[in-house]
Nanobody, 119 residues
Framework: QVRVVESGGGLVQPGGALRLSCVAS???????MGWYRQAPGKQREFVAG???????TYTNSVKDRFSISRDNGKNTVFLQMNSLKPEDTAVYYC??????????????WGQGTQVTVSS
């Protein structure tokens, strides 16, 4: 049985930092992994992704502030979020998929972790 579990969300002030973690278990092989987010009243959007070979990609709004990384050879991924803004407030979801095409809703999803940026 595949499980994807996120952790590390919380409340942070604008300009602060958070680090999200995600572990995907029950998967055979090394998968591409990504982070997505969904703010209230908005559609889920792609945030950052990392291939099985550690090639990274980001949405433009986080490119200079967020950093995605993974444990070498494992289906474990991290999202370091710096200089957080109120508009980063959302539920953040982790995804694991066989290919590094991060468009669409394929793959395995976690339950999400809430990130709230507010003073």
């Amino acid at each position: 049985q595949v499980r994807v579990v996120e952790s590390g969300g919380g409340l942070v002030q604008p300009g602060g930092a958070l680090r999200l973690s995600c572990v995907a278990s029950g998967i055979f092989g090394i998968y591409a992994m990504g982070w997505y987010r969904q703010a209230p009243g908005k559609q889920r959007e792609f945030v950052a992704g990392i291939s099985a070979f550690s090639t990274t990609t980001y949405t433009n709004s986080v490119k200079d502030r967020f950093s995605i990384s993974r444990d070498n050879g494992k289906n474990t991924v991290f999202l370091q979020m710096n200089s957080l803004k109120p508009e980063d407030t959302a539920v953040y979801y982790c995804n694991a998929r066989p290919s590094s095409d991060f468009s669409g809703g394929s793959g395995y999803w976690g339950q999400g972790t809430q990130v709230t940026v507010s003073s």
